[in-house]
């Protein structure tokens, strides 16, 4: 119920600022995956540097990996430097 209610919160144009924090308290797993996804379906810079905040610097490396994923399928010029640095890490 839970995933259900943030994927409708961010695709009815929910506060991204809000959504962002919530991933920082969140201690779901499952939750976090779920954050990631939805804040790949926002078309915001806020999104995308959300995105590259998690994947640059989140401990949990399967969370890292689907950050880069969704990175990975954003047009946004931000997202191909951050792959960049990060395969040139």
């Known amino acids: 119920m839970r995933k259900k ?3 409708w919160a961010g695709q009815t144009g929910g506060d991204l600022t809000q ?3 919530l991933y920082d308290r ?3 797993r499952e939750m ?3 954050l990631i996804f939805v804040y790949s379906q926002r078309h915001e810079a806020a999104a995308v540097d959300r995105l590259i ?3 640059k610097s ?3 490396k399967e969370l890292r990996k689907k950050a880069i994923f969704w990175l990975g399928q954003s047009h946004d ?3 191909a ?3 960049l640095e990060i395969i040139n890490q």
């Open 81 to 83: 430097q951050v792959l």
């Open 53 to 55: 905040q998690i994947a």
């Open 32 to 34: 976090k995956e779920q």
């Open 58 to 60: 989140e401990q949990d």
């Open 77 to 79: 010029p931000r997202a």
């Open 5 to 7: 209610a943030l994927f």
């Open 19 to 21: 959504l962002s924090g």
């Open 26 to 28: 969140m201690q779901n």
